[in-house]
């Protein structure tokens, strides 16, 4: 059975940092593109960053680019999100996500690609 599921959320400060980490399980993660979404209370589930399963390219919504990093490990099965400089707009629910087929870079952020999600990790930004 495939399984994601992250970690590393909390309570920061405006200006502080978190790492979240999605973990897989059932499946070797670098067969596998993972996006990164969020989903503040009232408003849709939106695209934070991509990363490739085959070069490690990354994509990124504008509204992080710069602060947020994505990167994998696949000898930990593990992709990790390093948010830094966070502000209280990136208060959310945090998911990782893996599509089973090839995702083109229009639909990157589009959820309906995706097959299988975590249970997701709240950030809370908040001084």
């Known amino acids: 059975q495939l399984q994601l599921v992250e970690s590393g959320g909390g309570l920061v400060q405006p200006g502080g940092s978190l790492r979240l980490s999605c973990a897989a399980s059932?499946?070797?993660?670098?067969?596998?593109?993972i996006g990164w979404f969020r989903q503040a209370p009232g408003k849709e589930r939106e695209g934070v960053s991509w990363i490739s399963s085959a070069d490690g390219s990354t994509y990124y919504a504008d509204s992080v680019k710069g602060r947020f990093t994505v990167s994998r490990d696949n000898a930990k099965n593990t992709v990790y999100l390093q948010m830094n400089s966070l502000k209280p707009e990136d208060t959310a629910v945090y998911y990782c996500?893996?599509?089973?087929?090839?995702?083109?870079?229009?639909?990157?952020?589009?959820?309906?690609?995706?097959?299988?999600w975590g249970q997701g990790t709240q950030v809370t930004v908040s001084s």
């Open positions: 059932g499946f070797a993660l670098d067969y596998y593109a």
């Open positions: 996500a893996a599509p089973s087929a090839l995702i083109s870079g229009s639909h990157y952020f589009d959820p309906r690609r995706y097959d299988y």
